[in-house]
């Protein structure tokens, strides 16, 4: 019954956050030339410094681009990885230990006779990249599959300036149309000749030393371009990758501008957020606009100019897409030494109660309020981006301060309401009722179970603005997720749901067992919507995990034995309930679906087995990405067994908080299926652990002897 509710719930949902529904460049098709420029990013725009690319930028549908390519984030995408991973509509790869940097990553050379039209003016003529067939067959073994050459074998023709540019439009067999070494100065019938011109020029330094003379080569270059394209010609202008040198990677420049492109951002159906796009986006771009038919496979989406809420002139627009490009710079470099405060400040508590029980003793109230607080700092990364961080002198410092200010507010809330209601009784006297009485554990962990639980439903539904470069978010840097649930993010909000279901529920579970049963019911069902709506969570592997996580909550707020039976329906709920949302999904246009329906779609094409190997791949990766991943595995797994076996320590508890043991035996049980079936793998079981962890140890450090 809970999937089909959940899936009901879901029947109308638009699949797109509101203003995704702007315009597509859809003139006849005219010429069109992409510009592509490794390292250039809205920092460099100035209407000073760089008139020329400031003009384009004024009339242009604008954006912030995300150059991934297969080398995963903290790797920077070299200038030969930008341009494959262009021309393959997917992330690609040169090949190459990514350690060793660009220089072993560069682009392959281009074989070319040398040639000059009869009127002294390059026109071009064919070349070959002969490393593409090595590099396809690369790329076929890694885990996104892309296919380089995809560009050139859709397009009639197409015209490369440049080597990495001959790299873009190659064919899979290296085989380029017409090609010119450099940009001529006079390059106007060059652009008439092909529907599509790509014009690589060139990588700017990655320091301060050499950039101005690299802007100001790239100015010439783009006013020679614009003085010299065709009327009717589509321009596109590419920061397509990072430059060679750069310590990390940044978000780049992406301007379109042409017939029938509105001013405004660039929207990509692939990113579902403004101003962001991807740059496997760039071909099926092009072949839109050339009129060409989209090939199966194509990991990105045709963008769309128009976005609303660009900011009025140019200077405005640079700096905004700026500020985005250092909140993620920001959140990357933040990342670690925030889990490893927070790794600490944890391992700190768990030691000091083990060493006061150890003495005999009994952890006070100020413990108890600690526990508490920790238990909130999985909500407060996320409120934490209600205030930019990213911009203060030492980012990390500002991201902790902000976590720890919002988490204190949410644990401070959490001990008021627990008093509110009965009072110890005065001595002769009656129960008094009002503030002021005994923390109620239950009611605390309550509280923040529901504002962590309600605050991620809130940001899901308005656009997960509090997800983006969050601590426990998404970064659009590793371009894996733009909205919806992240994977970190869906176990804080499943494992917060499940206990805030189950405290509420066990509040009723003796005087109304049918109320608590309805109760969950009720919350799954509205966990389920959140997470699974196309347009607010739109997280598939979730569905599949928090369905069945319910279910046993359900079963054991019953009172029902968790047998073999009843643990494969729970599996098949959670399965019938993805599968009933992504054929829902399906139906709708393409470019409207989320990866709910593309993956039920690509059942019929074969790419949803492709989906679920590059999933498995990632969740391998990430286990075996060092002894710190396995060791935590070991640790995490470890305390789901202490939790399940009802330790010494728990029993009193569970029996003075009945509700907490099936909270909690759903929570593990949530964690363990999203270890198995998201590519986060190891993850999700560690971040579930971070909120049930502090949750317990605050209920049990509350929960003395004593105590109403």
């Not at 009994?362 to 600690?370: E, M, T, V």
């Not at 991943?629 to 789901?640: E, K, N, Q, R, W």
Request: proline share 8%; hydrophobic share 50%; charged share 10%.
């Amino acid at each position: 019954m809970l999937c089909a509710v959940a899936i009901g719930a879901l029947v109308g949902f638009p699949a797109a956050p509101a203003g995704a529904d702007v315009r597509v460049a859809t003139a006849d098709p005219g010429p069109v030339i992409v510009v592509g420029v490794a390292g250039l990013r809205w920092s460099d725009v100035s209407v000073t410094g760089t008139p020329v690319l400031a003009s384009i930028v004024d009339g242009a549908a604008v954006g912030a681009l995300s150059v991934r390519s297969a080398p995963a984030p903290p790797d920077v995408t070299c200038p030969g990885e930008g341009w494959l991973t262009l021309g393959a509509g997917g992330y690609a790869a040169i090949g190459g230990s990514a350690a060793a940097g660009c220089v072993r990553r560069m682009a392959p050379p281009v074989e070319v006779a040398d040639h000059e039209s009869s009127d002294g003016v390059p026109d071009g003529v064919s070349a070959r990249v002969p490393d593409l067939p090595a590099l396809y067959a690369v790329n076929a073994g890694l885990r996104f599959g892309a296919r380089p050459g995809t560009l050139g074998d859709a397009v009639p023709c197409a015209v490369a300036v440049g080597s990495g540019a001959a790299l873009a439009v190659a064919d899979r067999h290296g085989m380029v149309d017409r090609y010119v070494p450099s940009l001529p100065d006079r390059p106007g019938r060059l652009f008439e000749g092909c529907p599509l011109t790509v014009v690589d020029l060139g990588s700017l330094p990655a320091g301060s030393g050499g950039r101005r003379q690299g802007l100001a080569a790239v100015e010439r270059a783009l006013g020679t371009i614009e003085a010299s394209r065709p009327p009717g010609s589509t321009l596109l202008v590419l920061g397509v990758a990072g430059s060679v040198g750069d310590p990390a990677p940044r978000l780049h420049l992406a301007a379109l501008t042409g017939p029938g492109v509105e001013p405004g951002w660039l929207v990509s159906p692939s990113t579902r957020r403004a101003p962001y796009l991807q740059l496997s986006d760039v071909a099926p771009t092009v072949l839109t606009l050339i009129g060409a038919d989209l090939p199966a496979g194509l990991a990105g989406q045709p963008v769309r100019g128009g976005g609303p809420g660009r900011p009025d002139g140019v200077e405005a627009t640079a700096a905004a897409l700026v500020d985005l490009d250092r909140a993620a710079a920001a959140q990357r470099a933040a990342v670690t030494p925030f889990f490893a405060w927070y790794g600490a400040l944890l391992l700190l508590m768990l030691g000091l109660y083990a060493l006061i029980r150890r003495r005999g003793g009994a952890p006070g109230a100020a413990a108890g309020g600690a526990a508490l607080l920790l238990a909130a700092v999985p909500a407060g990364t996320f409120l934490a981006n209600l205030v930019p961080w990213w911009r203060a002198p030492y980012p990390p410092f500002a991201a902790w301060v902000a976590t720890l200010v919002a988490a204190g507010v949410i644990a401070g809330v959490a001990l008021a309401a627990s008093t509110l209601g009965r009072r110890p009784a005065r001595p002769g006297g009656a129960a008094a009722s009002g503030p002021g009485g005994a923390v109620r554990p239950g009611r605390a962990a309550l509280v923040v179970a529901v504002v962590t639980a309600g605050v991620l439903a809130w940001d899901a539904v308005t656009g997960a603005t509090l997800q983006i470069n969050s601590m426990l978010g998404y970064n659009p840097l590793v371009a894996g997720r733009f909205v919806g649930f992240g994977n970190l993010a869906f176990a804080v909000f499943a494992t917060a749901a499940l206990l805030a279901a189950g405290a509420a529920a066990g509040g009723l579970r003796r005087a109304r067992p049918r109320a608590g049963i309805a109760l969950v019911t009720t919350a799954g069902v509205v966990a389920l919507t959140v997470d699974g709506a196309p347009a607010w969570g739109a997280d598939f592997g979730g569905v599949l995990t928090l369905a069945p996580a319910f279910v046993v909550l359900g079963l054991l707020t019953a009172g029902a034995a968790l047998r073999p039976g009843r643990l494969l329906v729970a599996g098949a709920a959670g399965v019938l309930t993805a599968v009933g949302i992504g054929l829902l999904d399906a139906r709708r246009p393409v470019e409207q679906r989320s990866h709910f329906g593309r993956f039920v779609a690509g059942i019929g094409d074969g790419s949803a087995v492709a989906t679920v190997q590059r999933k498995l791949d990632a969740n391998l990766d990430l286990l075996f990405s060092g002894p710190h991943t396995i060791a935590a595995l070991v640790l995490t797994g470890a305390a789901s067994v202490w939790l399940l076996r009802t330790p010494a320590p728990l029993a009193a508890l569970y029996v003075r908080e009945p509700w907490l043991r099936p909270a909690l035996v759903s929570a593990v049980a949530m964690a363990w299926i999203a270890f198995a079936t998201n590519d986060s793998g190891v993850a999700i079981p560690i971040v579930a652990m971070l909120v049930a962890g502090p949750t317990v140890l605050a209920v049990h450090t509350l929960n003395r002897p004593g105590r109403a």
